[in-house]
């Protein structure tokens, strides 16, 4: 539970998995995410791709709190089961500490419940003890359908459950509290992806309602936020 009068800024920090996820991003630009990711001190750093991995373990040595983490499957997690595995698989050879798999939204959507706990499945032995999440992409999905892959989620014994990929529109609060009641009384934590603007009153509101980690290419305009939400009496 969080005290919300101590709520500063580096805790604030600590529940956001920051993102330079652009295709187009060049070395230069990754290295400069993983300055601001030890300044800050968030709770994860993430790229578009594993090719970028080397890189980031290099720059946050000795930064052990922070993973280091990608997407797999982006954005609809349409890729086979097995594809999926081999590139979680290689994801962690490189050196992720983290990796966000999208569930695939057509199968979930045809109720072809075995080829999703097929993947999941496949996906937890491929992480090994790397952190999992799991990422349901909710604005293509009924509220049924995010309960069914929370459940899911849950049962496959993955970490987190994610709203979206941040690629399309993100999740609504309601479609985030769809997700919380679905995991009621489990282990799995909540993430949220694609806050809409203003970013820092947004995932201050996901938080109230059970966030534990924000991801967001904006996770220092949201952290710098603080001082005017507890100015107005948002917080704190």
């Known amino acids: 539970m969080i005290d919300w009068k101590k709520l500063d800024k580096r805790m604030l920090a600590r529940m956001m998995d920051f993102s330079i996820l652009p295709k187009q991003t060049q ?3 990754i290295r400069q995410g993983c300055a601001l990711a030890r300044e800050y001190r968030f709770a994860a750093f993430y790229t578009s791709s594993a090719y970028w991995t080397p890189i980031v373990k290099q720059e946050l040595t000795g ?5 280091i983490g990608t997407g797999i499957a982006f954005p609809f997690g349409s890729a086979p089961a097995a594809v999926k595995a081999f590139e979680v698989e290689d ?3 490189r050196g992720c500490t983290t990796v966000d798999m999208v569930m695939n939204v057509g199968a979930l959507k045809d109720k072809n419940y075995a080829a999703v706990k097929e993947e999941l499945d496949m996906f937890v032995r491929a992480a090994g003890n790397t952190v999992t999440k799991c990422i ?3 604005c293509y999905l009924t509220d049924e359908e995010i309960a069914t892959g929370a459940k899911m ?3 496959a014994g993955i970490q987190y459950a994610k709203t979206s990929t941040g690629q399309f529109e993100g999740p609504s609060l309601e479609q985030f509290l769809v997700m919380k009641e679905a995991l009621k009384g489990t282990s799995v934590r ?4 694609g806050v809409k603007f203003p ?3 947004n995932a201050l509101m996901f938080i109230i309602a059970g966030a534990e980690r924000i991801g967001t290419r904006a996770a220092v305009e949201i952290v710098e936020g603080l001082d005017a939400m507890k100015k107005i009496g948002l917080v704190g």
């Open 153 to 155: 989620i849950a049962e």
């Open 199 to 201: 970013r820092p009153q």
């Open 136 to 138: 349901l992409e909710v």
């Open 190 to 193: 909540l993430k949220v992806s």
């Open 63 to 67: 930064f052990d709190d922070i993973e």
């Open 27 to 29: 070395e230069k630009e």
């Open 91 to 93: 994801a962690v050879k």
